[in-house]
T-cell receptor, first 115, second 111 residues
């Protein structure tokens, strides 16, 4: 059984550019959540995808968007990058959205630096 | 609005000590509570998950308790080791879609 994987591990972009981050969920999991973790802070929820549909969204602007594919892998897209978008982006998968099967398993993260 | 607080923010202890990390949350209507470990610059490793109907969970040297009515959870680490050095994060599952995290307790165990 493979765990949650994310790519790339590190990324450097400049202000105004666009970025796509990728996540493969743990085998058998149909729910993927994305979190942003600024330095010294706890992760903040961006959004969740359940069976290819957005299933909840945190307090992030529309330039943060996502997709989930039929194999339950997911992408996080950020447009018009700002300096404050520099953070560790974490992907988590779970068996089901909500209820007792929602233990979250996290990937290693993608470190995004915006210059 | 759900808020999660962790105390202390940092802790430095000698090897072998038993220690307690504290987590408090403002809204008792949670689905579950999860404790994580994070090594510097790395992702999160799930340590223990406590369902809202449970009072505690144990795994090896770790024991986590949950008191929903008072909005508190503790993570007990027995016989601490240098390899336990990391940041420990508490998170509550509020509604069905998201974890709300505290800012963590940074633990250093020295030989």
């Amino acid at each position: 059984e493979t765990g949650v994987t994310q790519s790339p591990t590190h990324l450097i972009k400049t202000r105004g550019q666009q970025v796509t981050l990728r996540c493969s969920s743990q085998s058998g999991h149909n729910t993927v959540s994305w979190y942003q973790q600024a330095l010294g802070q706890g992760p903040q929820f961006i959004f969740q995808y359940y069976r290819e549909e957005e299933n909840g969204r945190g307090n992030f602007p529309p330039r943060f968007s996502g997709l989930q594919f039929p194999n339950y892998s997911s992408e996080l897209n950020v447009n018009a990058l700002e300096l404050d978008d520099s953070a560790l982006y974490l992907c988590a998968s779970s068996l089901e959205a909500g209820g007792p099967l929602n233990e979250q398993f996290f990937g290693p993260g993608t470190r995004l630096t915006v210059l | 609005k759900q808020e999660v607080t962790q105390i202390p923010a940092a802790l430095s202890v000698p090897e072998g000590e038993n220690l307690v990390l504290n987590c408090s949350f403002t809204d008792s209507a949670i689905y579950n509570l999860q404790w994580f470990r994070q090594d510097p610059g790395k992702g999160l490793t799930s340590l223990l998950l406590i369902q809202s109907s449970q009072r505690e969970q144990t795994s090896g040297r770790l024991n986590a308790s949950l008191d929903k009515s008072s909005g508190r959870s503790t993570l007990y680490i027995a016989a601490s080791q240098p390899g336990d050095s990391a940041t420990y994060l508490c998170a509550v599952f509020h509604n069905t879609d998201k974890l709300i995290f505290g800012t963590g307790t940074r633990l250093q165990v020295f030989p």
